[in-house]
């Protein structure tokens, strides 16, 4: 359905359409539709699911586990890497003997094993003070086989540090709660996000979803339920957005109680997508809320700070979950 099309029908009803069956697939199958208990999605945007039986070599791919890393973890271990590489390298000089690898400096290093090191760390980062030489055709052997090692090794983590550099993604920050709180003459679900980047992200868009166990054909089964928004969309997110998804007469969640949740299992899904104007990519980021991070009758504290003359508008961002009695 185009947008017209979607606008057209909307003047006609109001009322939000009901999921296909084929939209209600989520992608999680219809084992853990009917039996898990489990939250779907954790706060982080991971998925909560495991699957074995795989053999760990199949599944490696040692690009994305490299780019998906965490830069302390990646840093550690190219710090490794080129650590054992001149580890082994100069274990390789060593056996080679003291007159393979000679050192003219004015205070030669005496210990084999710490020439033969250092010497790999010069060839390795294309140092070369010349003082410590190899001798022989072993030796100058055994520098080209390094020399071709390190032209590989310093073109694929280059390569791997701009593609880290480069890949876009999404930083933003949910709510830690959400709340039900007063909305004009009902009620609303509601919680808040904002980007933790100074990048501008364009037409962001959020699609929530409640999923609940219900009681269907005398089965229990899960449900999944599109939430219709206040504002589905923002055209810039340079402050803060509270999502707000109106508690009418046509809302699924509409008369459930705190004791409806539990009982029910409910847990709701948030999906945003959005332009990172920096990169001109689609990025994304997701989360979820479950019983215990919302609130009942609660809404969230202003998070504006006073505007003073000639100052631009400016929020507190300690204040994104901070709520109050409604």
Do not use: C
């Amino acid at each position: 359905m185009t947008r017209e099309e979607e606008f057209q029908r909307q003047l006609i009803d109001p009322t939000p359409p009901k999921m296909s069956e084929e939209d209600r697939d989520l992608g999680f199958g219809s084992k853990v539709v009917t039996e898990s208990r489990l939250r779907f999605l954790n706060r982080d945007g991971t998925f909560n699911v495991r699957r074995t039986g795989i053999r760990q070599l199949s599944t490696l791919n040692l690009y994305h586990f490299l780019l998906t890393m965490s830069w302390a973890q990646f840093l550690g271990l190219v710090l490794l890497l080129y650590f054992l590489s001149n580890v082994g390298f100069g274990l390789f000089y060593t056996l080679l003997g003291a007159e393979s690898i000679v050192d003219t400096s004015t205070i030669p290093i005496e210990n084999i094993f710490l020439r033969g090191f250092f010497f790999s760390v010069q060839t390795f980062a294309t140092i070369g003070y010349g003082t410590i030489h190899p001798v022989g055709l072993i030796a100058n052997l055994l520098v080209t086989i390094e020399s071709y090692y390190s032209l590989l090794a310093n073109a694929l983590i280059t390569g791997l540090v701009f593609a880290r550099f480069s890949r876009p993604t999404a930083k933003i920050i949910f709510s830690e709660t959400a709340v039900i709180a007063p909305y004009q003459n009902g009620s609303g679900f509601m919680f808040r996000l904002v980007n933790n980047r100074k990048n501008q992200l364009i037409e962001v868009k959020a699609q929530v979803l409640l999923t609940r166990f219900v009681e269907k054909d005398g089965a229990t089964t899960r449900t999944f339920d599109l939430l219709k928004l206040e504002r589905e969309r923002v055209s810039l997110l340079p402050l803060a957005w509270t999502i707000v998804h109106p508690i009418n007469e046509q809302s699924p969640m509409f008369g459930l109680t705190e004791e409806d949740f539990e009982k029910s299992d409910v847990e709701i899904l948030v999906v945003l997508s959005a332009m990172d104007e920096t990169f001109a990519q689609t990025v994304h980021s997701r989360s979820s809320y479950k019983l215990k991070e919302i609130k009942f009758g609660w809404k969230f504290a202003n998070l504006y700070n006073e505007i003073k003359a000639g100052e631009p508008i400016s929020i507190d961002i300690r204040k994104l979950s901070k709520i109050e009695k409604a």
